[in-house]
């Protein structure tokens, strides 16, 4: 085999190698759960069930989304009446798409999920102030506490 060839392969494997290293690293940090930094949740603030209630029953203009996975929805077809439902991972996405991407970064905007200690509606949160909202709150004990404060609901639609 000449040198020129030999140099090609050589290099090919390399590079292979490198990007199977790369792949491989990527599969690691899949494994390994995202938590959220603790000075990046110093900035978010919670409501109460209570407090929601109160603005959605005098309409004013707040935006809701539920970032419930499926498996934290469960069987219950229902989500918090005006609520806007969006898979945590696509979030960031979403708000370039309608209707999200319309609302105004300084209007109230409020997370909510079906984790232990709203984990995805803060990392939701998260994503939002990232992305220029000014008035982020999470719902505090999410979708458990809002069924208790028997706060109001309506169906969600089919296909989400």
Not at 79 to 106: E, Q, W
Not at 122 to 141: C, E, P, Y
Request: glycine content about 8%; overall charge positive; aromatic content about 6%.
């Amino acid at each position: 085999m000449s040198f020129k060839k030999c140099g090609t392969w050589a290099c090919m494997f390399f590079l292979a190698g490198l990007s199977m290293a790369d792949g491989a690293t990527d599969s690691v940090a899949a494994l390994v759960p995202v938590e959220v930094a603790p000075s990046s949740t110093s900035q978010i603030e919670f409501i109460t069930a209570e407090e929601l209630k109160a603005k959605i029953a005098r309409s004013q203009p707040i935006t809701i989304i539920d970032v419930r996975s499926v498996t934290g929805m469960g069987n219950d077809e229902r989500k918090i009446k005006g609520s806007i439902h969006v898979k945590l991972r696509r979030l960031k996405y979403r708000l370039g798409l309608p209707p999200l991407r319309d609302v105004p970064r300084d209007r109230e905007v409020v997370t909510y999920c079906a984790c232990p200690s709203d984990e995805a509606g803060i990392r939701a949160a998260q994503v939002l102030l990232d992305a220029g909202f000014k008035r982020v709150r999470v719902l505090k004990g999410g979708w458990v506490v809002w069924q208790k404060a028997n706060g109001q609901i309506e169906p969600t639609p089919r296909g989400i």
